[in-house]
């Protein structure tokens, strides 16, 4: 049942820009999308590994950054600068976590904000190379790959652009789900129990860390470029630490070390504040009134809800659907 | 009942997206003019100005009729959405704007407005930024028309104009806030004033925001004897290290940018008695206007005072609205961006629009003042629209 579940989730939001012509709830969407891949990845490091990074919004600003130079002023196509994008963010996330995962719990987190700030202000005022402060204008759309049967695609319209974000965020949750049912991911998830007994049992604690955070660092890179690639616009402000707490709350509020967790999370956090736009400040009060109340309530957020309470209850209820 | 999960996710799903659905169409005798700014966070306040300033300047126009359209009369409506000040966010609201109709939509500051650009031509809408960064009107869009003059502009005509307005001066020191808008003023500044032969002794960042210790910068700066000292912040940081440079012994000329207002005069007239420039971007030499403005901002809002990013909003929704009657269109956003330039300058307009380019970026009059025995004295009335700014003495 749960792959018929999960196959008709697909023909759904394969079939929305159908009748979703609309440009706004497809940007909504499409936004969504790109927060989805950029909270899983964090989800990765954060949920299933244990370790608190604050600072994936640098993960994701030097993804949008590198795709982005590597257009403009390099001629390179979406195609080649999406993935060096990840490799050069992946390739950072190696470098810091070297150092900062020697270090645990807060101490990682606060390793890892002040590493966000620093990217954030040498992007800020190295002009010369990130155009500062001005950000980066004009950043080209992918190039039309041309496919057997279908023809050329082209990703000038916003359905294309919506196919095109949710290819590569099936893309992360495949490789990540992988990951965590895998032997490595059970790993991970005994240094998120405990590191110290893990390492007791023989497991390499740092080492499996350290993929991790890259493995994670690589998504967040993906998402970066994706963005940078859409809006056609970035600047200082796409590596800003706040970004890295949005994806702490989407998280939170979906649930943590959950494969769902980080959409259903991407996906309140993103529609809600927009249906309330006309609250103003009141918005905000709701907006941490709410956050209150799953981080006391929900600790594993929503999904967390779902699977012990809710789901079990409809079970109970409807007994035949248990066959 | 097996199906019963997917298919109520899908069901709440799609209800959600069509609420979030732009609504139908307005009626033909409204039209919605947008404005995207923060209106929570850190910046809220900014952001409420801005919203204050288009809305005021729509109740006037409505006050008196409205605009007449094609022989019809319309009403304007201000659709203000919240960005937080987030470029991302800022799209988001365009997207949304432009799904309500809007065909004409202004933008606070530099990040935000340069996402929005990105927009402006493929979706046909008119963009109206109030931020002053070059870089705006640099990329060939053509539904841009910026509010404000340009840092440039500004900062260029300010060289000139100190070259004629007290030539005794040679050596100019610039303190400028440490972000890259401050950073460019100064260094068009110097660029210009080095020009025109003259010396600039320092240019250097310090955080206005967080120190108010000026010590530690001006025993470095003064020792360099400059006969004026730039500072490229607003009221209350410049106040305080204007009476700090006193305490030192420094006797020179205070210059400011556009950022800075009339309080300085308040937190430290006697500090600045006598030797102070300052650039004010608005036509203050006919005090009925403001007057004017200031009795609209009260019917609205009694304990609100218009400021500088309200008056460029209210200029910004009146520009729009002028356009759209010279054009005799509400929809077509090209014909609203070719009318505009014809509509200037235009009698409520408080910051002198003489005319605009074709990039896009105005030509406006600006006043340089002083503040001599407890009160503003106009100097001199000054724009630029050749190599060199014109400047035209006031008595």
């Known amino acids: ?323 | 009942m097996g199906t019963l999960k997917p298919f109520s996710i899908c069901a709440l799903f799609i209800g959600f997206i069509f609420f979030l659905s732009p609504g139908l169409a307005q009626a033909q005798e409204r039209v919605k003019i947008g404005v995207c700014a923060p209106l929570t966070g850190a910046l809220a306040h900014t952001g409420k100005d801005t919203v204050m300033g288009a809305e005021v300047a729509a109740d006037r126009i409505n006050a008196a009729g409205g605009i007449t359209v094609a022989g019809k009369k319309v009403q304007l409506e201000i659709m203000a959405l919240d960005d937080q000040f987030k470029p991302d966010l800022t799209v988001t609201a365009v997207r949304r704007m432009l799904g309500s109709g809007v065909k004409v939509i202004c933008t606070l500051a530099s990040g935000p407005s340069m996402a929005a650009l990105e927009l402006a031509d493929p979706e046909g809408f008119l963009l109206l930024p109030l931020a002053t960064t070059p870089g705006i009107t640099t990329r060939g869009v053509k539904l841009v028309l910026r509010v404000p003059s340009t840092m440039d502009y500004y900062a260029a005509s300010m060289a000139d104009a100190l070259l004629s307005l007290r030539p005794q001066v040679e050596k100019v020191g610039i303190i400028w806030n440490p972000d890259p808008g401050s950073k460019a003023w100064g260094e068009i500044f110097a660029k210009t004033w080095t020009g025109h032969g003259k010396k600039i002794v320092v240019s250097e960042g310090f955080d206005f925001r967080k120190t108010t210790d000026f010590y530690p910068i001006l025993t470095r700066v003064l020792p360099l004897k400059p006969d004026a000292l730039l500072v490229i912040t607003m009221d209350e940081p410049l106040s305080m290290l204007a009476k700090q440079s006193r305490e030192l012994g420094y006797q020179g000329l205070f210059l400011t940018y556009e950022g800075c207002g009339d309080k300085i005069g308040e937190l430290a007239g006697k500090e600045i008695e006598g030797k102070y420039l300052g650039l004010k971007s608005f036509v203050v030499l006919d005090p009925r206007k403001m007057e004017n403005l200031k009795e609209a901002y009260r019917k609205k809002a009694p304990a609100v005072m218009p400021g500088t990013v309200g008056i460029n909003s209210h200029e910004g929704v009146y520009l729009a609205a002028l356009g759209m009657e010279k054009a005799g269109t509400v929809t077509d956003p090209l014909a609203i961006r070719q009318a505009i330039p014809k509509v200037v300058p235009f009698p409520e307009s408080l910051r002198g629009i003489l005319s605009f380019d074709e990039k896009g970026d105005n030509i406006s009059t600006f006043v340089l003042a002083d503040f001599i025995g407890g009160k503003w004295v106009y100097l001199a009335k000054v724009y630029k629209k050749g190599p060199k700014a014109e400047i035209e003495y006031l008595k």
């Not at chain 1, 600068?81 to 150092?99: H, N």
């Not at chain 1, 992988?178 to 590191?195: C, D, F, L, N, W």
């Not at chain 1, 769902?260 to 993103?270: D, E, H, R």
């Not at chain 1, 709701?286 to 699977?307: A, T």
């Open chain 1, 1 to 323: 049942m749960k792959r018929w579940s999960l196959l008709l989730l697909i023909l759904f939001l394969a079939a929305l820009p159908l009748w979703l012509t609309a440009k706004y709830p497809l940007h909504l969407l499409i936004m969504v999308g790109i927060w989805s891949i950029a909270a899983s990845s964090l989800n990765l490091i954060l949920g299933y590994t244990g370790q608190g990074s604050l600072g994936h919004a640098a993960f994701f600003g030097i993804g949008a950054y590198t795709s982005a130079l590597l257009m403009i002023r390099l001629g390179f196509s979406f195609w080649l600068a999406l993935p060096s994008a990840c490799v050069v963010a992946a390739l950072f996330g190696f470098l810091i976590g070297l150092p900062a995962l020697r270090t645990r719990g807060s101490y990682f987190a606060i390793a890892t904000l002040a590493f966000n700030i620093i990217v954030t202000i040498i992007i800020e005022h190295w002009e010369d190379f990130t155009q500062g402060g001005a950000g980066i204008s004009g950043i080209p759309k992918p190039h039309p790959i041309p496919l057997p049967l279908i023809g050329k695609i082209a990703f000038t319209t916003m359905a294309a652009q919506y196919y095109l974000v949710f290819f590569f965020l099936a893309l992360t949750l495949f490789f990540i789900h992988r990951i965590v049912h895998s032997p490595v991911g059970k790993t991970y998830q005994a240094i998120r129990g405990g590191e110290s007994l893990a390492e007791s049992l023989g497991v390499n604690a740092m080492a499996n860390k350290l993929v991790s955070f890259t493995v994670s660092a690589f998504f967040a890179g993906l998402a970066g470029s994706l963005y940078a690639s859409y809006h056609g616009f970035i600047s200082p402000d796409t590596t800003n630490f706040h970004i890295g707490f949005d994806l702490l709350i989407y998280l939170l509020v979906g649930g943590v070390a959950t494969l769902p967790g980080p959409i259903i999370g991407a996906v309140i956090m993103t529609l809600i504040p927009e249906s309330l736009q006309f609250l103003l400040e009141y918005r905000i009060i709701l907006y941490g009134g709410f956050l209150i109340l799953v981080v006391i309530f929900l600790p594993r957020g929503l999904v967390g809800l779902w699977r012990a309470s809710l789901w079990p209850r409809i079970r109970m209820r409807f007994p035949a659907n248990q066959r």
